[in-house]
Structures are given as structure tokens and as C-alpha cells.
């Protein structure tokens, strides 16, 4: 039998034996990629107390009231959000955000009576005790605000 | 006349020629049971798995366009380029992201339709493999698409519009002889087994034993509870019942922990994939309901489709359609005058 016999007799099994070990190459290198990947989703062990990257809005009396997933990042996914805030943080872009987000806000002319009382945007980060926040007991361990943005024609 | 060999369970059909059996023999130790290597497959069965995810990969295309196209406003310092796009220096201009989508669901159409295959399959995998490797460019990989992309990937090379496809009309003839129907299926079922053995590995790699011990369960669903709280959204509907019980977390991690591992004993076929596909469909409605977080090919079992026989459900159809009928022009027409006053 020819090679080349061999490898039409034997292509599939061939496909399946690199297939398999394209597979595998992420995990060997402990390297992600897309599509191939560690799927290291949830994998690794998480504290009970984490900073996560979020926006407020801000009413007069200084009241705070959570920004939607659409509003803070345009997105409807937080993995999305959260990974934007959180660069945007780092690179020191987080007035930029405050301004993007709080042109959103405005441009969605305050969709409840509760948005149109905003009057600004804080893009923080927060530590909570997760555990404690889904317990329904208070959870905010510490604060820290990045950027503040006037929402303009808030009332 | 010697019958042909079933094409489905490798058994000789005394149904004739022509009439693909769909009797099932004694699975329990059938060792040519689907999806065992020995086991063969009608091109129906690669036409109907290539319809399934086809036809969900469009559907997931339209619904998540405007997520997709949500790339464009992103903050181009904020560009990793990873996979095949690894070379790109800068974002690729709006309009190629536009073009890029619709090109992939004019391909996906023509791919679950089998029309031009052998030009609408690669281009509809090649497609859809660009736009989900774009989006994790964005210094956060997503999970979501990976086994979709691989399992196009695979039926795009493959014959898969070898039946039930516009092609197939088109020929009007048998197909090409020597196309192996049933490695290609047995393939997309082993990147089922390996991606689960792998997302397995990784959490005894990066958690350790201590993975199962349900602390760290508790403290990721926590965690995504609390991250949807901050982003305005509510959190999964079972998040607080889980935590508040986290003692029932360990046997769940742990069942986690051997559904992934465990993974490729579905490749055995018969009772032990029933067993694992059930189990891992679970696995991800608890996913969901804990977490809301949502693997949508999975979870609408299109993924899973290979590991079946998925081409009966079509004669079954059309068997159950004609004893309605059967029984519907069996019924007698009411007599019209019971009822009426004389």
C-alpha cells in the first residue's frame, strides 16, 4: 500500500490523533487560546472577600444607585464589563469611561424616575464579602472611587 | 439476495436494500454500538448533525449580532489579539466586523441547507472561528464558543451534505463513493469527551483537591452573584439557596469534578452515554440556575447531537404523522341527527 493509500484509508483516524493533541497542547503549555483552551472557567479557588470594578450613579442627597450592565459597558455580559472597567482602571482611562458612561446615562434620558435623579457617575472598585452580600448581610468592606462625572441635563 | 449491512448498528437489515434499519439490536453488548470505533453511520446521520449545529450557530449568530457587533466600541488600547488572529496589530476596521458577520450568516444558511458545500463549509467554520476569536481579543478570553467552533471546524471538512442537503438533490445520485460518514461524527463526539477532560483537569491544576471540597464552589457562585449585583442585574435564581446550604456544594463539586473527568466514557455509547450526556446537561442547568451563567450549545443539546442517531428522529416523525392520520380517517363522521328534535 502507497502513503498515500495509507493516508486516504487512514485520514480520519490521522484527524482524530491531532485533533486530540491540538487539544491537548493548551494544557501541556498551560496556555489559554481560543478555540483551543485550558477551559479554566471557575477553576481556580476564589477568596471570600474580592475588589471587583463597578459604576454608580449618584443622586442630589448622594445616594448611590446601581448603572446597568447596558448603561456601564454596553454589553450584557459582566465578564465583558467587569474585564473593561478593570483595564480602563489600570490604564488610568477612568474619567474617559465616567464620560462614556455617563453620556450613555444621558443619552437614555433617564429611562425611570429614579435614573433621571442622578446627577453623577462614580466608576469605583469594591471589596465585598461575597458570601455575606448573598446572605443578605452588609458586605462592603472598603471603597475606592477612581473617577466622578457630571451626568449633564440630570434634574 | 445476501441483506446489506445496517448502516446504523452494523447489522445485516432484512428490511433490503435501500431501507436503512432502524430496529435496535441488543445495545447491552453490541460492540459496534454507536459511537464505539467499528460502529458505522448513514450520511443521514452526518447530514442531520450538520442541520442541528448548522441551524443553532445561525440562530446564535442573529440573536447575539448585536453583542457581537458591540466589539466595535471597544477601547482599541484594550486589543490582545489571540488565536489565528494573533498577528493583528491594531482592531480590524468596523466595517470588516459588519462584513465578517454577515458573511457568516449567509455561509451558516447555505451550510444547514448543504448548498455549495464544499465552498459554504469552510467559509461558514472559518467565519464564525474569526468572529468568536475577535471577541476574546479583548484581554478576556471567553469560554462560550469553543466547542461550536470546533465541531464546524470538523463538519466542514467532512462529507457532510452527502444526504438530506441542496446538493444532494442536485446530484440526484448516490454519493461519492469511499465517504467515511461515521469517523467525523465519532470525531465531534471525542472533542465533546476531551474539552470535558480538560475543563476537569483544570480545576484540579489551578483549585487543587480542594476544588471538591465545595468551599470553592460556594465562593465562585458568591462571587457571580455579587458581580451581577454591582452591574445592576439580578442575581441567578438558586445563588442565595446555594450559599445559604453550602454544605450540599461538596457533593455537587465533586459531581462536577467526575462528570468532566469523566467525560469520555460517554464514547462508549449505550447506557454510559446516556448516563454522562444527562448528567452533563444537568451539570449546566445547575450552572445556570447558580450562576447564571449560560453555555448555550450544550444546554440546548445540540452538542451532544453526534453522540445519537439522530437521523431516526426523522422517520419517527413521519411514522407518528401517518398513525395520526391512520387513526384520524379511521374515525367515524358524527351522525349528524343524534342530537335533533324530531
Not at chain 1, 61 to 80: E, F, H, Y
Not at chain 2, 200 to 220: F, I, V
Request: charged content about 20%; hydrophobic content about 50%.
Amino acid at each position: 500500500m502507497s502513503w498515500r493509500s495509507w493516508l486516504q484509508t487512514h485520514r480520519w483516524t490521522l484527524a482524530t490523533v491531532i485533533v486530540v493533541a491540538a487539544m491537548l497542547l493548551p494544557v501541556a503549555l498551560d496556555r489559554d487560546d481560543f478555540p483551543l483552551s485550558t477551559f479554566p472557567m471557575y477553576a481556580e479557588a476564589r477568596p471570600g472577600t474580592v475588589v471587583l470594578p463597578t459604576a454608580v450613579g449618584v443622586d442630589a442627597a448622594g445616594g448611590r444607585q446601581r448603572l446597568s450592565l447596558d448603561v456601564i459597558a454596553g454589553v450584557d455580559d459582566p465578564l465583558i464589563a467587569a474585564a473593561e472597567l478593570r483595564d480602563a482602571i489600570a490604564a488610568g482611562r477612568a474619567d474617559d469611561v465616567c464620560a462614556v458612561i455617563a453620556e450613555r446615562l444621558a443619552a437614555r434620558g433617564g429611562e425611570t424616575p429614579t435614573a433621571r435623579s442622578i446627577t453623577a457617575v462614580e466608576v469605583a472598585t469594591e471589596r465585598h464579602d461575597t458570601v455575606a452580600r448573598v446572605r443578605g448581610e452588609p458586605s462592603e468592606v472598603a471603597r475606592e472611587v477612581h473617577a466622578r462625572c457630571a451626568v449633564e441635563g440630570s434634574t | 439476495m445476501t441483506p446489506p449491512v445496517d448502516r446504523g448498528t452494523g447489522r445485516k437489515d432484512p428490511n433490503g436494500p435501500g431501507r436503512h434499519s432502524t430496529r435496535n439490536g441488543p445495545a447491552a453488548h453490541d460492540a459496534t454500538r454507536w459511537p464505539r470505533p467499528g460502529s458505522v453511520a448513514p450520511p443521514e446521520r452526518l447530514a442531520a448533525v450538520r442541520i442541528l449545529t448548522g441551524g443553532f450557530a445561525v440562530a446564535y449568530l442573529a440573536v447575539r449580532a448585536p453583542v457581537i457587533l458591540a466589539v466595535r466600541d471597544r477601547a482599541p488600547g484594550t486589543f490582545s489579539p489571540v488565536g489565528v488572529l494573533w498577528w493583528l496589530d491594531r482592531p480590524l476596521p468596523d466595517a470588516a466586523v459588519v462584513a465578517l458577520l454577515v458573511a457568516a450568516l449567509a455561509a451558516g444558511v447555505a451550510f444547514t441547507a448543504g448548498a455549495w458545500f464544499r465552498v459554504s463549509g469552510p467559509l461558514f467554520a472559518l467565519a464564525v472561528l474569526l468572529l468568536g476569536t475577535y471577541r476574546s481579543s479583548w484581554g478576556q478570553l471567553l469560554h462560550f464558543e469553543n466547542l461550536l467552533v470546533l465541531h464546524l471546524l470538523v463538519l466542514a471538512v467532512a462529507a457532510s451534505a452527502d444526504a438530506w442537503s441542496v446538493d444532494a438533490r442536485r446530484r440526484r445520485g448516490p454519493p461519492k463513493a469511499g465517504h467515511d460518514h461515521g469517523a467525523p461524527l465519532r470525531l465531534l463526539c471525542v472533542v465533546v469527551a476531551v474539552s470535558y477532560a480538560v475543563a476537569g483537569l483544570a480545576k484540579l491544576r489551578y483549585g487543587g483537591p480542594a476544588w471538591a471540597s465545595g468551599d470553592t464552589l460556594a465562593n465562585h457562585i458568591a462571587y457571580t452573584a455579587t458581580r451581577l449585583e454591582l452591574f445592576g442585574e439580578a442575581p441567578a435564581p438558586l445563588a442565595g439557596l446555594a450559599v445559604r446550604h453550602a454544605w450540599a456544594l461538596t457533593p455537587l463539586a465533586v459531581a462536577s469534578l467526575l462528570i468532566e473527568l469523566g467525560a469520555p466514557l460517554a464514547l462508549l455509547g449505550g447506557r454510559w452515554r446516556d448516563a454522562w450526556v444527562a448528567s452533563a446537561w444537568l451539570m449546566h442547568l445547575a450552572i445556570a440556575a447558580t450562576m447564571a451563567i449560560v453555555f448555550p450549545y450544550p444546554l440546548f443539546l445540540v452538542a451532544f447531537a453526534p453522540f445519537y442517531e439522530v437521523e431516526r428522529v426523522v422517520p419517527w416523525l413521519r411514522a407518528r404523522r401517518r398513525r395520526r392520520r391512520r387513526a384520524f380517517n379511521r374515525t367515524p363522521e358524527p351522525d349528524p341527527t343524534i342530537g335533533v328534535d324530531p
